[in-house]
């Protein structure tokens, strides 16, 4: 939700003349940018052993997108950080990118208190609506929040070894964020297409990296994890199948109209303040209670994400995977992060032993092996 678009501008623009860094799936997928190697650059590892458990695994932690569930992150993160796992890797995907970044660069807290801070009005103010960009938000609000917080702090400095996934705009190439300022890396992960504008970085135009890998578990194998451990957002929303009932069209009528009448009389009394939260609810929802045009993009974007995610994860599995369940948090809930906080420690908390388990039958493997 946090982001960050260069001012004044109808796109957004990595600032800094300092080439950013890029790098391609190993694999190799067909048109993929050219990789961008670090090999003299291994991912951080601690001398001493964390909680009995050998340095030698390097654990990875890939967040995966979900936009306003994506607070769950930080209850996931910081439930692994009191039992002593602290990941080498950290990889994150649109909110994934901006909840990993600042844990990356010890801004967690400030995070935290930000997202715990929000209510349905500061939502609103944050949204900076305009018709003349690629996204029907400008986000420059959400960028200065950012830079306030992250200004000069570069990916390549973090202690962590970071990525962040965009999509490149037009070609559909997955990208990785290894190097540049942090506040740009993480807006590029997540300029949701047709919602946000999307960002000019390195010469390229980029877009939510959710398009290409939702859950980025291919990009911390790539990064040097041993074990890479993910967080999914929608394993719980998208499970099951439903049977929806027939609602009866004329009492569903009768309750639109009660509801219209009492907006007419708060429209009345609130004058030129109901024209900004009109806009805001328009964006989601349209007169008759159907949803509107945010709510159509953001939802559809998320099924689609839904699906690509389990076709990756069934190519490439994470060894290990946390679900929050978050079927109660809207895509758009983004004052909700009291409950995604606590939704996503206790979903951690939950795999706890049998995240330790692996962990240490992983180190004593390699132990053996070595």
Not at 42 to 59: E, H
Not at 61 to 86: D, F, M, N, Q, T
Not at 253 to 258: A, L, M, P, V
Request: charged share 20%; aromatic share 4%.
């Amino acid at each position: 939700m946090l982001g960050r678009m260069a001012s004044g501008s109808n796109r957004s623009e990595a600032s800094g003349s300092e080439a950013p860094g890029f790098e391609a799936p190993g694999y190799g997928a067909p048109g993929s940018p050219a990789v961008s190697p670090e090999s003299d650059t291994p991912a951080y590892t601690t001398s001493a052993p964390q909680n009995g458990l050998p340095s030698r695994v390097k654990v990875g932690l890939a967040l995966g997108g979900g936009a306003a569930r994506g607070w769950s992150h930080i209850g996931v993160v910081k439930a692994l950080e009191r039992e002593g796992l602290i990941p080498d890797v950290i990889v994150g995907t649109s909110i994934g990118a901006v909840v990993g970044g600042c844990f990356s660069a010890g801004k967690l807290d400030v995070l935290e208190a930000f997202a715990r801070s929000l209510t349905r009005r500061r939502v609103i103010s944050l949204l900076d609506f305009h018709l003349n960009g690629s996204g029907l938000i400008a986000g420059d609000r959400l960028k200065r929040l950012l830079d306030e917080n992250l200004i000069g702090i570069r990916a390549e400095t973090l202690p962590h070894r970071f990525a962040a996934v965009a999509t490149e705009l037009g070609s559909g190439h997955e990208v990785w964020l290894t190097k540049g300022l942090l506040t740009d890396i993480m807006r590029a992960s997540y300029a949701l297409p047709g919602v946000l504008d999307a960002v000019k970085f390195g010469g390229r135009w980029l877009m939510d990296g959710a398009l290409v890998n939702p859950i980025p578990v291919t990009v911390a194998r790539a990064l040097g994890a041993d074990v890479v451990i993910c967080v999914n957002l929608n394993g719980d929303s998208r499970s099951r199948g439903a049977v929806i009932p027939v609602v009866d069209p004329d009492a569903a009528q009768s309750t639109q109209t009660i509801i219209a009448e009492a907006a007419a009389k708060r429209r009345s009394l609130l004058g030129p303040v109901w024209g900004v939260a009109e806009r805001v609810r328009q964006f989601a929802t349209r007169s008759d209670g159907g949803p509107g045009i945010g709510s159509v993009m953001v939802d559809a974007f998320n099924i689609t994400q839904d699906r690509i995610a389990r076709s990756r994860l069934a190519g490439d599995p994470p060894d290990l995977m946390i679900s929050p369940k978050l079927n109660r948090i809207g895509l758009f809930d983004f004052h909700k992060a009291e409950e995604s906080i606590a939704l996503g420690a206790d979903a951690a908390e939950r795999m706890m032993d049998e995240i330790r388990d692996y962990l240490i039958q992983e180190s004593m493997a390699r132990q053996v092996i070595g």
